[in-house]
């Protein structure tokens, strides 16, 4: 069995990691390029969202390249997540494509659905080498993260431009290659060194801004065109909304689990606006543009693929929250034509609009 | 002077308007419908709302808008769900958020929360709380909430028997506008073909009801497909049985009531001898009909063809004549696959 898995940012280092240590064998799709996402839109329907086209020209890629088993989320409504995976693989076999397709369904707290399909993908095994394999897995995972925030907290002030992104790159390969979680740490802490040392001091006040929206465009930095690189490298602090590790821990591990109680904060954030789940991030993403307008951000953007019906509504209610709270909100709607420089362009008339307002505020 | 709820004619108006509106008159309330869908209407909701929310929608806020003054409130219900497990979709479990905030001339919003996702008894409650906003007398709301439950049946055998919603809300005498639609009252096609001499043609249209029962929205697609000599079969007129049955064949359950009876109407038009064509008829950019649309396509792939499939999308600017030709061309296509 070669397995393969669509990629999202940084995560596949921590996938991969996972199921090797299980004696998977892996394919991972290549990074994503132009062929990508032609592909991908080519043989999907014209309006669905950007993630399931993405998907698509990851797994074509992958077949490609030899993979033979697709593992794949699944979901239970009302975001069109939960269909991705009956979709796609009525889409690859459409193309003739031979290949498994095997979708994780959320655990809802029944923790013997979640062994029963691990199982299915990894044959039975002794309970210590899943304990084992997720350990690595779980410390890559978290010190990936850690490794993007720092450089959110850098960029603005590398010592030349693209330095800090390098620094992280190089971390982030070091990473991939330890072998056990002190292997991780130990490259974790070189990373976080190496990235520091190519920065100035970090005390000059910049101006902040928040991204948030839908999971997909704002962890994968191919489909929303590098917007933090962009923002950091303009001097500019960005506040990442979502995290793989903290989305995993809310989403999947108290699902499973039923004795955790799931956070109700961002739907008091967001109750003024929004009071009612609408699915995917929608109430997230009023939630945390109100949380980072109390915290005093300079400007909030939000990022989301063309037709996602839950991010429409957030976006038709962050105009009443930007006039409420003061803070300047942009939406940034991506599809397979967006092009860097179009975005470029839109970042740097935001950064200007938030620049005067801050100096309109002092 | 009694109290005026205003319904927006569009969206799920199409399903529960009847039953809401036996509920309010038995609690001594009037009701009044806002006129047919304009162009008029769809400029002033397209001002209010976002450029990525979907025509239905933007239509939904034109109602709105043009209900305010005529009435002391606005029926904006946020349906999240009908049955056990499955959502309608998103947009409309925000709706009351988005016309709150999009139409700031609307004095009052009625949004009671229907959410039978669980159990049918948040259902209930909250009918209770609606209707508490009018009379303090229990034993009148429950009457009056048994009364909308018959309307609502009657309504839905109306439906299947194969008539459009306005032309059953006519035979209920629950409607009063003047635009009489087609009061002769027509028949279920696919019951009518077993013993009828001559083969007539039957074409299986698929739709949300809030764009194909729609004048202006769905372009007049029932009157124009009529006029070319095709009976027409929507997804209401076919038993709740065999839509349950088709969808099942779907490994993964689709969890959108709409989306699961669209794929479930739509594989049973694509299963050869039923109907002679089916066209599938969306607004641009709907979510739920993106997915539903493709499982079609592929199943008709599957099945080689054999029954003629085509989509059409309408956005603000679809012009008629544009409709006009396609669906003719379908029509042929449709009538030769007949012959054959």
Redesign the interface.
Known sequence: MKLTFARLGNSHIAGKALLEALGIDVVLPPPPTKRTMSLGSLHSPEFACLPLKVNIGNYLEALEKGADTIVMVGGIGPCRLGLYGEVQRQILEGLGYDFKMIVVEPPQGRLDHVIRQLREITGAQPVTQYIRAGHIGWSKLTAIDALEKLALELRPFEESRGCVSSALEAALKCIDEADSPKAVAFALENGKEAMKSVCRKTDSKKPRIGIVGEVFMVLEPFVNCEIEKCLGEMGVLVYRSIYLSDWIVEHVVKDAFRIFRKSKLPYELAKPYLCHFVGGHGVETIASTVDYARQGLDGVIQVAPFTCMPEIIAQDLLPTVSRDLGIPVMTLVFDEHSSGTGVLTRLEAFIDLVQMSRRARR | MKETIGFPRALLFYYYYPAWRVFFESLGRTCKVSGKTTKAVIDSGIKV??D??CLPVKAFHGHVQSLSGACDRVFVP?L?SVEK???????L??LP??VR??CTGIRQILDP?IDMSRNRKAFKREVYATGRLFTQNSLRISTARRKAQHTYEAFIRLLEAGLTPIDAMIKLNIYDGQDFENSAIPHNALTWRKGAETRPLVIGLLGHPYIIYDSFLGMNVLDRLKSMGANVVTMDMLSPAIIEREAAK???R???TMGRRLLGAGYYFLTPGVVDGCLQMSA????????I???L??ES??SQRKVPFMTIIVDEHTGEAGIQTRLEAFVDIAERSMLR
């Open positions: 709302t976002v990525e929310a946020r999240v497990k499955a959502y309608i979709c998103p947009k479990m925000g958020d988005m905030h999009n929360c779907s490994p993964k689709v969890f959108w641009f950019a709907c979510g739920p009909d993106s997915f649309g493709e499982l396509q592929q792939i599957r």
